[in-house]
């Protein structure tokens, strides 16, 4: 059961890591930043889940999504 879990996660990870960027050319500013903020927020969650549960660790995490989700969108822009 606990690979299937984790076999689900490595799952939703890798399909985080090849996020559908907006089209600058035809999206408002705020999409974008919605956009951004989801996935942060979905990011964040996934890595939350991949730990023990640790109160406390919420910024650390959303921050380390922040990071990871900026580096994908630079490297396909």
């Known amino acids: 059961m606990n690979t299937m879990i984790i076999q689900l996660f490595d799952a939703q990870l890798a399909a985080r890591h090849s996020p559908d960027l907006p089209?600058?050319?035809?999206?408002?500013?705020?999409?974008?930043?919605?956009?951004r903020e989801k996935q942060i927020?979905?990011?964040?969650?996934?890595?939350?889940?991949?730990?023990?549960?640790?109160?406390?660790?919420?910024?650390?995490?959303?921050l380390a999504a922040e990071r990871e989700i900026d580096h994908v969108?630079?490297?396909r822009l």
């Open 73 to 75: 969108c630079a490297k």
């Open 41 to 62: 927020r979905d990011a964040a969650y996934f890595r939350s889940l991949r730990r023990p549960p640790c109160p406390g660790k919420e910024m650390e995490d959303w």
């Open 23 to 35: 089209d600058p050319g035809c999206t408002h500013p705020g999409v974008e930043r919605a956009w």
